[in-house]
């Protein structure tokens, strides 16, 4: 059973999830796909891929390397600190540089979304080890849910799915006793939250 919880928290890692909600934008959505070339696609899956995965993570490695942290799981508040500001730099960063170019408003949306549930996951850590996983798994469902309004869009059964993945998630972090429910609740709430009002009212 543990097993399966990490190879679920593997698979759901929270690095992952903003590129696969832009993924997800691109699939689900033909009119987007459509008026979005395809090369700027790739650009920006790549550009957020970068910036949202591999920098964030070499930059765990380069503070474990310095024994700034205890682990790159970040297991304690005090771990999750200077990853999670260095974090919310380039979130920030990233949306602030897209707004440069020209995208279908959900886009932005999504990435304005994306930065205030990093900013908020930062002030949480402060009281509590808020579960980021939870986080992330709130703004995908709330991505789909939202997209889906906004659009007219038979998500439906996408939607379900973002429901019992987040089910699975939450089971497999709780398992794992990385956090308590208290914590695995208020993960999903603050992710779908922070993500679902700026699409569902065209922020960004």
Known sequence: MRIAA???SYIFHPIFLPTS?????????GFIASTTPFDKQIFLVSWIFINTAIIPFLFTLFLRWKNMVSSIQLETREDRIVPFTFALFFYLTNYWLLRDIYMPTIIYSLFLGSSVAVALALVFNFFTKISIHMVGMGGITASIY???QLYDLPLINFVVFGIIASGLVGSARYILESHNLKQIYLGWVTGFVTVYFPVIM???
């Open 6 to 8: 990490q190879i679920l």
């Open 21 to 29: 909600g832009l993924v997800i934008v691109f699939a689900l959505n």
């Open 146 to 148: 939202g997209m889906a």
């Open 202 to 204: 065209g922020w960004g």
